[in-house]
């Protein structure tokens, strides 16, 4: 049952939260602009800035699947307000992820790219969570959720669990030796699809009933 | 010999150890130093124990009319398990490195076993600067004037039996310093083999320095071996011991990955990591300007990295491809 919320975010306090949470997502962004203006990206700079970009982006997904989880687990039903966030958040990442690959890395080289996206499984991967990402940004907004239907739109967002194991495949089939984060990120991703398969539709389905 | 010049010196060469160590919490506490003291972030410190070289003598085996990396690239940029998966950690973690005493056995299929401290090391022939092209299996290069004499003079001095036909090589593993091997992913400790005649080719260099000075911690110290015509991973850092054996080896990212990494790896553009593309590579330091930062162009890779003159013979009559 339902507890009552031990903890509520509105008005003052939820203005508050939601500046205190843009500040924590804008943090690893205003740190790699220090640390390139400051010329402390190591010998590789673009390799430096692929994977600084990329973990972030992870961190982003996760903790946007981990949201609803969260709610329930910690009874703080408000945490929705910070999904959207976060998960643009997470897109933002990719987005500097992508853009570090395209143009730092590949210099716009599209014959190139195509080439890579298609002969490396780890780009195909990548490329693949990010540009489903793509359509999860657009219909963000509460109009698209109108338009769409509460209903359609929810399928639609499902979109993020297959981006989630995307990325988490991405990040498992490139490194060398050292799988211990890409396992770490798996094993979260994991544990939040399982919760939604095991708790969550059992209770929807209870909800139904 | 590399003489340091005083204009050659930045302010950075003269960073106290100390400072540059605990440069974070030295800026921590005095947040007005952040801004006075920006040269100390430059983490260009070359470490304490590292000494001068004298007499060392130019090689004709260096390789002509490349720009040297600079140190900073080279000791911030490091392939180092045992200290850490991510390029920069062993700058900071392999100082934990205990280089001295030190022994290298050199055992094995020879007549004469030796075993032999860093002083025999220094002293078994005149230390000559070769400089050589570094390739990674990760598609990035590198520049290193190298310190040290061919492999081949120490062979020599323990007289290989007519069994001998390959050399394994092993690394220093201390657990108490270094991760354990379920933490690098890669058994330990490290160890690499050449056959023997590669081994006795006059380029496989026993390196115990670079720029002019011994090998800092993080790229290998006190001595390893440097083999300019294959992939990095087979010039193994650290040696503590060279067995002369009569079977081919086992190596350590063959044993991690056969199917990626081969017995030979020698750098061959025409055949691919089966992830990436060993066509082109990233030499660090060159490039062009984008967003204030230098992005390396990529530029072709050379077979046997530009080496082919001197060591195709070794290969004659194989296939390259079968035996990657």
Redesign the interface.
């Known amino acids: 049952m339902p507890t009552t919320p031990w903890l509520k975010l509105s008005g003052a306090r939820l203005l508050v939260a939601k500046l205190f949470v843009w500040a924590l997502c804008l943090a690893p962004f205003l740190r790699l602009a220090w640390r390139i203006w400051h010329q402390d990206v190591t010998p590789n700079p673009v390799e430096f800035i692929t994977h600084f970009t990329g973990d972030w982006t992870i961190r982003f997904i996760v903790a946007t699947l981990a949201i609803t989880p969260l709610r329930k687990l910690l009874h703080i039903p408000d945490l929705i307000r910070f999904r959207r966030l976060i998960g643009l958040f997470a897109f933002f990442y990719a987005c500097l992820h992508f853009a570090t690959y395209l143009w730092l890395d590949h210099g716009f080289d599209m014959a190139a790219i195509l080439k890579d996206v298609a002969k490396r499984p780890y780009v195909t991967a990548g490329f693949t969570g990010f540009v489903l990402m793509i359509p999860l940004a657009i219909t963000s907004t509460t109009g698209w959720i109108r338009r769409l239907g509460g209903k359609r739109w929810q399928r639609l967002h499902r979109l993020i669990y297959v981006t989630a194991i995307a990325a988490v495949i991405h990040y498992y089939w490139l490194v060398k030796s050292d799988i211990r984060l890409p396992l770490l990120y798996g094993t979260l991703v994991a544990l939040e699809l399982i919760y939604r398969i095991a708790v969550l539709k059992p209770l929807s389905k209870l909800t139904k009933a | 010999m590399l003489i340091k010049q005083a204009s050659d010196l930045r302010h950075s060469d003269v960073t106290p150890k100390s400072i540059y160590l605990d440069r974070r919490k030295f800026l921590a506490a005095i947040p007005a130093a952040f801004l006075a003291g ?1 040269e100390m ?1 430059s983490p260009s410190a070359r470490a304490l124990a590292a000494t001068k070289l004298p007499n060392l003598v130019k090689s004709p085996l260096s390789t002509t009319g490349e720009t040297v ?2 140190y ?2 080279v000791t ?2 490091n392939n180092y ?1 045992e200290f850490g ?1 991510r ?2 950690q062993p700058a900071t973690l392999a100082q934990k490195l205990k280089t001295s005493p030190w022994t290298v056995s050199i055992e094995g299929e020879v007549e004469k076993p030796l075993k032999l401290s860093m002083d025999d090391i220094m002293k078994l022939a005149p230390i000559e600067e070769r400089i050589y092209r570094h390739r990674c299996v ?1 598609a ?1 290069s590198i520049v290193v004037p190298w310190a040290g004499y061919s492999l081949s003079e120490l062979l020599k001095k323990v007289s290989p039996t007519p069994k001998a036909k390959f050399v394994a090589f092993e690394s220093l593993y201390d657990p108490k310093v270094m991760w354990s091997p379920s ?4 058994q330990l400790p490290y160890v690499e083999g050449l056959r023997l005649d590669e081994a006795m080719h006059p380029l496989a260099l026993l390196c115990v320095g670079m720029y002019g000075e011994t090998l800092p911690p993080q790229d290998g110290a006190p001595v390893r071996m440097v083999i300019p015509w294959k992939y990095g991973f087979k010039s193994i850092k650290s040696i503590v011991k060279i067995k002369l054996v009569t079977k081919q080896p086992p190596t350590t990212w063959n044993i ?2 056969p199917p990626e990494y081969g017995f030979y790896s020698n750098v061959n553009p025409q055949v691919d990591h089966p ?3 060993q066509a082109t590579e ?1 030499r ?2 060159e490039g062009q300007k ?7 162009t990529r530029r072709p890779t050379l077979m046997f990295n530009g080496y082919g003159d001197q060591v195709a013979s070794l290969y004659a009559g194989m296939d390259l491809k079968k035996n990657y």
């Open positions: 920006k972030l990396n600079t900073e690239d911030h940029y398990y998966t390029k920069n990760e990035w933490e690098a992913g890669i991690t990955n992830r990436w593309s990233q660090l330091g984008r967003l204030g930062i230098v992005v390396p």
